[in-house]
């Protein structure tokens, strides 16, 4: 990975704040492995009132989830719901990085997530300002923050949802009993800061983790690939090809000024 941990988690810390502005615009945010998106729910408070709230979720890709048989609750979007990618031009100039460093950062960092869930691993992969996305013995669970949640509620009930409702608390992210806890005594993978920690031993130091580099199939340099995965290969292409484009745009324009 290059840049270093520091880096890394800038990056995503930038990425999850674009994330966080496109919900609150009502859009849904499709990072390569998943989407996030808000849908409307309902919360029982009390014996018979229901309150309408619009609550945050994740949904695993279809791919993601056949591909390593992982298990989440189903999830439907709104049919007009409007879609957008991560933009890699912004959250670089927000954080005043290169924008190829930070698509780099990005597609390393989810392909190490997909070497974490064929090796079956724990994995808590953690969004500055919205949550936890936990996958635990292949369940996959998303948790937010409640002040994420009373933000991106344009209802004005997810608090009384909250105090209310108990199911609607499981989809709090904080330390006790819920989705967010750790089933096993095993190791668990954290990102984006590429650790291992081990449950129960708060005096355990956490393990910063360097990904094994290989040959990339498709040639310019090396980069870690432990699981050849189409979706994420497919996007990294399109990427270059992208890249290539521009740079030979760019050229064509210089020869032109030139020739003036």
Known sequence: MHGGIKKICKVWAGASRYIRRQLLQKR????GVGTFALVPARATVGEDKVLPVERPVFRPCRFLKKFYKLKCAKTKIPDETPFVQLDFEQIAAEIHFRREIVERCIHETLLFFAGALRDSKEVEFSFKGIGILAVRRKVVSMTFLDDCLLELDA??????????DSKMM???A???????SR????EVITLPRL???????PSAPAISLKPRREPAPWGGGARRVSVLDPVFLAQRRVSLARQ?????????????????
Do not use: C
């Open 195 to 201: 650790a291992v920690e081990t449950p129960h031993q």
């Open 28 to 31: 849904a945010v499709e990072i």
């Open 183 to 186: 089933l096993s005594r095993d």
């Open 174 to 180: 904080f330390a006790g009993k819920n989705d967010f």
């Open 244 to 260: 290539r484009a521009k740079e030979g745009e760019r050229a064509k324009a210089k020869e032109a000024g030139q020739a003036r």
């Open 155 to 164: 209802t004005g009930n997810m608090l009384a949802a909250l105090l209310g």
């Open 170 to 172: 499981r989809t709090v």
